[in-house]
């Protein structure tokens, strides 16, 4: 009996415990109910009952040394597990961040507003789903006019007796908004991506940029509106730039006109961007129309305007080289990653 006592005590002794694993198959060895400890607890009876105490006493040191080495062990293996906190492999190649840029349409918007806000319009802005009536009826569009057709329109909803839902074809809607908004002085530009149902292609796509100003106030003529849009054109295009108006037709502007700068690519030499005309078209503009005025309720008598509205998206293909209109609302990242931030 004291030769298993002492085999085992040494059998303990050499045990390494360093894992988590470890430490169970030795409590499953030795300490548990039917432990190797357990089985000799069993044999004292067979122990001359003059040398029970003493060996019962072995027994119970052996037991304790047993219970001291898990306690040991555990508490090790936990303060371990704590420093260590968890695994970090230091090898691994570090985490990439990729950096935001501004879009290129933002890019260009971003200096017509600058421009425009530098001449003191405030930028005013309003939903891409709109009403019919503010759409087409406020802005003077008669009933029959064709730019109401399905075939320009993306309409929501288009019942018999109800205001028509659709995607905004232009930021005019804003603009009558403002006008109902606000008393004059009015000075506002309204950027804003607008909708037409229109055949895509490399040069037009259903959805693109526009930007539109108006201008309300006493005595406001077709001269300051002519300087207004040179004042732009010079700083958006540069000095040397010349304008043409070309007499046109909006139902919410009379007189009305188209303006044309000369072809920035050529120098208005002709290109094969201008088509040879030394000339791009850059917008649509006119003094504000008397029944637009008075579905606002603005007295055409006391006030007069005009207004402006230019399209975004092709001064951004010009200007960065691109030649395809889809790309620029496709958001490829190959695409987007050649305008770093
Ligand atoms: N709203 C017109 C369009 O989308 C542009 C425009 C605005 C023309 C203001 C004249 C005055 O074509």
Not at 144 to 169: C, K, N, S, Y
Not at 208 to 228: M, N, P, R, S
Not at 286 to 311: C, K, L, Q, T
Not at 320 to 339: A, C, G, T
Request: hydrophobic share 40%; glycine share 8%; with cysteine.
């Amino acid at each position: 009996m004291e030769n298993s006592i002492r085999s085992l005590r040494e059998e303990i002794a050499a045990f390494r415990i360093g894992t988590a694993d470890e430490l169970e198959a030795f409590r499953l060895r030795f300490t548990v109910r039917k432990g190797l400890i357990a089985g000799l607890f069993a044999q004292l009876k067979s122990v001359d009952p003059a040398r029970r105490p003493e060996i019962g006493g072995q027994l119970n040191q052996l037991k304790a040394e047993a219970e001291s080495k898990i306690e040991e062990a555990s508490q090790a293996l936990v303060s371990e597990t704590k420093t260590a906190g968890p695994a970090i492999d230091l090898s691994l190649p570090g985490r990439r961040h990729f950096t935001g840029s501004e879009h290129p349409v933002q890019k260009v918007l971003g200096e017509m507003k600058q421009i425009f806000s530098d001449m003191g319009f405030t930028i005013a802005t309003g939903p891409e789903l709109e009403l019919g009536s503010y759409n087409f009826d406020m802005l003077n569009f008669p009933p029959d006019h064709p730019a109401r057709d399905m075939q320009d329109t993306f309409f929501v909803r288009h019942e018999e007796g109800e205001d028509d839902v659709l995607l905004r074809t232009h930021t005019s809607p804003v603009q009558v908004r403002v006008m109902l908004d606000r008393k004059p002085p009015i000075r506002v530009i309204c950027p804003g991506k607008v909708y037409r149902n229109e055949a895509i292609s490399a040069r037009s796509y259903c959805v693109f940029h526009q930007l539109e100003g108006l201008y309300i106030d006493k005595g406001v003529t077709f001269a300051d509106l002519k300087a207004t849009i040179y004042s732009f054109a010079r700083q958006m295009f540069g000095q040397d730039v010349k304008l043409r108006f070309r007499p046109s037709f909006f139902p919410f502007t009379e007189p009305s006109a188209e303006v044309d700068v000369t072809c920035y690519l050529c120098g208005g030499k002709g290109c094969r961007v201008c088509k040879k005309s030394g000339w791009l078209e850059i917008m649509g503009c006119g003094m504000v129309h008397p029944n637009v005025m008075r579905s606002a309720g603005i007295d055409p008598e006391e006030w007069s305007g005009y207004a402006f509205g230019m399209g975004v998206d092709r001064t951004v293909l010009l200007k960065y080289k691109i030649d395809d209109i889809r790309l620029l609302f496709e958001n490829d990242v190959r695409m987007l990653r050649q305008f770093p931030a």
